[in-house]
C-alpha cells in the first residue's frame, strides 16, 4: 500500500481485518514479521517508535489516550516538547520559567477553543473534548503523516460533525490514514479509500468506485448503505 | 511556587531544625536524625515510584551499598568527608548504571520482582563476603565525620548536618520533578504509549531517572552508616525497601512531600511498636494492609486539599495544585494498546 503526500485515505474493513494492527506496525508499536515500511524515502522497518515519530509521523489511539493525572495544559505541552531534545532533558530549571513553551500551548488551546479548560485535569472534559485533544496532540508537531485510528468513535452526531470540521481544516500537505466505520465520515473527508479484510488489501482507490465493488459490498458494506 | 515563598520556607526550616537540635534530648534527636535520612532515601524513591510511575521494592540495594561503601572507606581508606561519601555515592551510581538497566528489560509487576530479585543478590554477597562486610555481624566502630573542622560525635551536630544534606536534597529533588524532564517522568507514568507516539525515548528516561533516584538513596545511605556507626546486611535488605516503599505510599506518592510525611509517620511507628514488642515486621506488614486498601493515596494530599480549601474558599485551585492532591494510585494501571 502506498499513499501519496498530501493523500486522505480512508482505511476500512469489519472488526479483525487488522487496521489497528496495521497502525501499530507502521507507528512501530508492533514489529513486522516481514516486508518494508518506507516514509518519505526512509526504511523506518526498523525504527524504535519514537524515532519514527522524530521522522514526521504521528498518530491517535483508538481508546482515548491522554494524560490522566494532568492538566490540560500539561498534556498539550508533553507534544509541544515531545521532539525538543534540549528542552525535554532539562532538569534543573523550572517548567514556569518556559514562558515561549507556555505561550504557545495557550495559544493552541485558544484556537482549538478550550482554553478556558486549561488548568483543568483532563479526566474533567467531556469525551467529545477529550477526542479532540487526541487529534491536537498528534497535530500539534506539525507531522508529514497521521494516522487517525476512529477519531469519531463514541461521538454524539453533533460531535462527529464537528470533528469532521477539525480534521477537515487541518493542513492539506499532511498526509492521512483514517481508520472509520462512520462512512459519512469517510465519503466526506477522504480522497482514496483501502479496503481491508483478513489482514489483506481487498480494495482501493475511488471511494465511489470502491462502494460499488460486489466483493467489498458482501464482506463490509452491505445492506446499511445508501446508495 | 515564587522564590520569596521559598527562600522563607527554607529559613524556617533551619529555625526549626536549630531549635530542634537544642531543645530535643539526645535520644530524640538520633530518632529525628533517623527520620531525615528516611526521608531522603523516600523521596528518592518517590521519584521512582510516584513520579515515574515504578515501583521498586530493591531501593535498598542502593541504600545498603552506599553504606556499606562509605563504612568501609571510613575504616580503612580514609577520614575525609568528601572522599568518602563522594566515592560511595559514585560506587552506588555504577551499581545502579546495571540494575537498572537489568530491572528495564522488565514491566509492571515483573520490573518490581526483578528489583527485589536484584537487590536481593546484592544482599546475598554482603552476607556471604564475611571477610569484607563481617557477614551478618555487621561492620561496626565506623566513625563520625569531621565537616569544616567541627567532629559530629554529638547528637545535635550530626542532626543538623543531616538536616543540611536534606534540604539540599529536598531541593534538587523538587527542582527535579517541576523541571520539563520532571513533567516528562509523570507523562511517561500515565502513558508510555502516547509518550512513545510524541517521539519520547521512554527507557532513556526511565534509565536516567533510576539513575538520579539511586544518588539520593546512597547518600540517605551513607548518613545512615555514620549515624549508627555500623553497617548490617539489614540496610540492603527487603524490609528496608519496603519500609521506603511504605513511607512513600502511606505519605501520598507523587508529591515529594508526602515521602516526608510518611518518613516521620513511619518512623515514629516503629519507636512506638518497639516499646512494645520485637515483631516490628508484623506491624509493618499490617500497617502496609491497611494503608493500601484504606488510604491508598496516602494522608498528605487529602490534608492538603482540606488546607488549600480553607484558604482559597471558593477561588478554584491552580493546575499543579489540582495534580498534586489528586495523586495517582502508587501502582499504574494496566496500559492497554
Not at chain 1, 80 to 108: C, H
Not at chain 2, 31 to 49: C, G, K, P, Q
Not at chain 2, 66 to 86: E, W
Not at chain 2, 238 to 250: K, R
Request: proline residues 4%; charged residues 15%; neutral net charge.
Amino acid at each position: 500500500m502506498s499513499i501519496e503526500p498530501g493523500e486522505r485515505r480512508a482505511v476500512i474493513g469489519p472488526n479483525g481485518a487488522g487496521k489497528t494492527t496495521l497502525f501499530h506496525v507502521v507507528s512501530g508499536v508492533l514489529p513486522a514479521t516481514h516486508g518494508r515500511i518506507e516514509m518519505f524515502g526512509t526504511d523506518v522497518t526498523h525504527m524504535a517508535t519514537h524515532r519514527r515519530i522524530a521522522h514526521g509521523m504521528a498518530r491517535t489511539f483508538q481508546i482515548t489516550n491522554l494524560f490522566r493525572n494532568l492538566t490540560v495544559q500539561h498534556n498539550i505541552v508533553l507534544a509541544l516538547q515531545g521532539l525538543e531534545t534540549g528542552t525535554k532533558m532539562t532538569m534543573f530549571r523550572p517548567l514556569s520559567s518556559y514562558k515561549q513553551l507556555l505561550k504557545r500551548a495557550d495559544q493552541l488551546l485558544a484556537e482549538w477553543r478550550l482554553g478556558e479548560r486549561r488548568d483543568a485535569l483532563v479526566t474533567e472534559l467531556s469525551y467529545g473534548e477529550q477526542r479532540a485533544m487526541e487529534i491536537m496532540l498528534a497535530v500539534c508537531q506539525k507531522p508529514r503523516l497521521l494516522l487517525l485510528d476512529e477519531p469519531t468513535a463514541g461521538l454524539s452526531p453533533a460531535e462527529t460533525v464537528a470533528a469532521a470540521e477539525i480534521i477537515r481544516g487541518l493542513p492539506r500537505d499532511m498526509a492521512m490514514l483514517l481508520i472509520e466505520h462512520d462512512m459519512d465520515v469517510v465519503f466526506d473527508l477522504c480522497d482514496t479509500m483501502t479496503v481491508l479484510h483478513l489482514g489483506e488489501v481487498l480494495a482501493s482507490g475511488d471511494p465511489a468506485a470502491v462502494r460499488g465493488n460486489p466483493q467489498v459490498q458482501e464482506i463490509y458494506l452491505g445492506e446499511s448503505l445508501e446508495v | 511556587m515564587n522564590k520569596v515563598r521559598i527562600l522563607l520556607g527554607a529559613i524556617a526550616f533551619c529555625v526549626v531544625l536549630i531549635v530542634l537540635s537544642r531543645a530535643l534530648s539526645s535520644y530524640y534527636l538520633v530518632l529525628a536524625t533517623r527520620i531525615l535520612i528516611f526521608a531522603i532515601f523516600a523521596m528518592s524513591l518517590d521519584l521512582m515510584v510516584g513520579y515515574l510511575g515504578l515501583s521498586s521494592l530493591g531501593h535498598a540495594a542502593f541504600f545498603g551499598t552506599s553504606g556499606y561503601a562509605t563504612g568501609l572507606l571510613a575504616l580503612k581508606v580514609s577520614q575525609n568527608l568528601a572522599v568518602d561519601l563522594g566515592v560511595a555515592i559514585i560506587f552506588t551510581f555504577g551499581v545502579a548504571l546495571l540494575f537498572a538497566a537489568l530491572a528495564l528489560r522488565a514491566r509492571l509487576v515483573y520490573f518490581l520482582m526483578l528489583t527485589l530479585a536484584l537487590s536481593q543478590v546484592i544482599w546475598g554477597i554482603a552476607f556471604e563476603w564475611r571477610a569484607l562486610t563481617g557477614g551478618d555481624d555487621g561492620m561496626p566502630g565506623i566513625p563520625r565525620p569531621t565537616v569544616f573542622g567541627f567532629h559530629l560525635t554529638d547528637s545535635p551536630s550530626f542532626f543538623l548536618f543531616a538536616g543540611g544534606l536534606f534540604m539540599i536534597s529536598a531541593g534538587i529533588l523538587l527542582l527535579i520533578v517541576n523541571s520539563p524532564f520532571g513533567l516528562t517522568l509523570r507523562g511517561i507514568r500515565d502513558s508510555r504509549s502516547r509518550m512513545s507516539a510524541l517521539g519520547y525515548n521512554v527507557w532513556l528516561h526511565q534509565y536516567i531517572a533510576i539513575l538520579l533516584s539511586s544518588i539520593f538513596a546512597g547518600l540517605a545511605g551513607s548518613l545512615l552508616a555514620y549515624q549508627n556507626g555500623i553497617v548490617s546486611p539489614t540496610q540492603l535488605g527487603v524490609v528496608s525497601s519496603a519500609e521506603a516503599l511504605l513511607m512513600v505510599i502511606l505519605g501520598g506518592a507523587g508529591t515529594m512531600v508526602g515521602p516526608f510525611v510518611g518518613s516521620i509517620v513511619v518512623v515514629l511507628l516503629e519507636y512506638l511498636v518497639s516499646q512494645h514488642t520485637e515483631r516490628w515486621e508484623t506491624a509493618l506488614g499490617i500497617v502496609y494492609i491497611l494503608v493500601v486498601i484504606g488510604a491508598p493515596k496516602g494522608i498528605y494530599p487529602p490534608m492538603k486539599a482540606a488546607v488549600l480549601r480553607l484558604f482559597r474558599r471558593s477561588k478554584p485551585l491552580t493546575g499543579a495544585e489540582l495534580e498534586e492532591v489528586r495523586v495517582p494510585q502508587w501502582q499504574p494501571a494496566e496500559e492497554q494498546l
